[in-house]
């Protein structure tokens, strides 16, 4: 099972809303990712969490938090976004294996329109 | 600054072609992973390569990892309106948090 899950599928949200994203994994890896994705472009990077703990931000603005209260779930909490944060939101988690196979399984995302 | 160099951006071909795609680094993976997108969906992962020179075959898709470890191509044989979408390159350093360096993509469509 290589299934990550995200809800909800879409959001619709004005700059003055308050509003989270989730995801969830069960196959036991111990780090998540966001990542955010205009079209057509490559998925870039936000947040990494390593057990439970945050690991990488890589300078977002401070009106995306994130969250990760256990080793299963993630979330990433929206406050007074700009329209120009409209993506899709891509959670992914991480698998290790020996002989440095290093992967990573992506959700199917959160398509956020910020009106 | 790691890059990864991901060509063509964009290929609109026919049925029955073949195609090619490359991705190009300067820097050495641990391994490299190639995902395919469709629009709206989160990438999907494909194949992951780790060991210089490797070949591995996904039905008409063949995948081929650099000696050096610092470069890949996506051949597809003959291809399907069903191969349609964005395909995507990511190498990995295996003790570096975990950070992707994804190519930028390539947009394929093909017609039937």
């Known amino acids: 099972d290589t299934e990550v899950t995200q809800t909800p599928k879409h959001l619709v949200m004005g700059m003055t809303n308050k509003k989270s994203l989730k995801c969830e994994q069960h196959m036991g890896h111990r780090a998540m990712y966001w990542y955010k994705q205009k079209a057509k472009k490559p998925p870039e990077l936000m947040f990494v969490y390593s057990y439970e703990k945050l690991s990488i931000n890589e300078s977002v603005p401070s009106r995306f938090s994130p969250e990760c209260p256990n080793s299963s779930l993630l979330n990433l909490h929206l406050h007074a976004l700009q329209p120009e944060d409209s993506a899709l939101y891509l959670c992914a988690s991480r698998k290790r294996t020996s002989g440095q196979r290093d992967e990573q399984f992506f959700g199917p995302g959160t398509r956020l329109t910020v009106l | 600054t790691q890059l990864l160099e991901q060509s063509p951006q964009f290929l609109s071909i026919q049925e029955g072609e073949n195609l090619t795609v490359y991705c190009n680094s300067s820097s050495v993976f641990s391994s490299l992973q190639w995902y395919r997108q469709e629009p709206g969906e989160g990438p999907v992962l494909l194949v992951t390569v780790v060991t210089g020179g490797e070949v591995k075959k996904l039905k008409r898709l063949t995948f081929q990892f650099g000696d050096a470890r610092k470069d890949s191509s996506l051949h597809i044989t003959a291809a399907q309106p069903g191969d349609t979408g964005l395909y995507l390159c990511?190498?990995?350093?295996?003790?570096?948090?975990?950070?992707?360096?994804f190519g930028q993509g390539t947009e394929l469509s093909v017609k039937p």
């Open positions: 990511a190498g990995a350093f295996y003790n570096q948090g975990g950070k992707l360096i």
